[in-house]
């Protein structure tokens, strides 16, 4: 394998680039770079599309503005925050579908050699029905949070840049020796 004619590397192998943030920290980065970060085009605010349904005009209120403030909702980017808001509101849709009970008919014996019909009610998820929609649920799950994180609206662990803290003391506070208890204190 590999070699010539392999067809190179695969997409998206490799390290991670850095944000024009950090080339800035850096000091890598290119005076158009530098130029970007001191200088950052304009927020520019993105309407609502008028033909949304109720609830996923509430989605995109909800939704929008953290994410024009991320800069990632822009007008190239509206059709893809609109399929978002669509899976939103579908997925909870089918949510509270299988959070719901439904009505199911079973044949028991009536104690005279027959059967009648009786109708019961069980929990969605316990039918055939709720076993699919459970799995067009999961599917729906992941395709929100893949949207979420690409448009930057979901926690990612840890801040993109924060300004350093500075503690009090000089961060040798633990090693001086004044506790009294240290076995290897010279007499």
């Known amino acids: 394998m590999g070699g010539q004619g392999s067809g190179g590397a695969r997409a998206g192998a490799g390290r991670k680039g850095k944000t024009v943030a950090e080339k800035v920290l850096d000091g890598t980065a290119t005076s158009a770079e530098r130029e970007l970060a001191n200088n950052p085009p304009a927020i520019v605010p993105v309407a609502r599309p008028s033909d949304l349904a109720a609830s996923e005009q509430q989605v995109w209120d909800e939704l929008a503005q953290r994410a024009v403030t991320e800069r990632t909702l822009t007008p190239s980017t509206s059709i893809a925050f609109r399929h978002l808001c669509e899976g939103i509101v579908l997925r909870n849709t089918v949510f509270q579908r ?23 009610k069980v929990p969605m998820l316990e039918t055939p029905v709720g076993q699919k929609l459970l799995t067009h649920y999961r599917g729906l799950t992941q395709r929100v949070e893949a949207g979420l994180v690409r448009f930057r609206l979901s926690p990612i662990g840890k801040p993109l840049l924060e300004a350093p803290t500075k503690d009090k003391g000089d961060g040798f506070d633990d090693l001086d020796g004044d506790d009294p208890d240290d076995d290897d204190a010279v007499n």
Not at 98 to 120: A, C, F, K, N
């Open 98 to 120: 299988l959070m719901s009970t439904t009505e199911i008919d079973r044949l028991v014996p009536d104690g005279q050699g027959g059967l009648h019909v009786e109708y019961i």
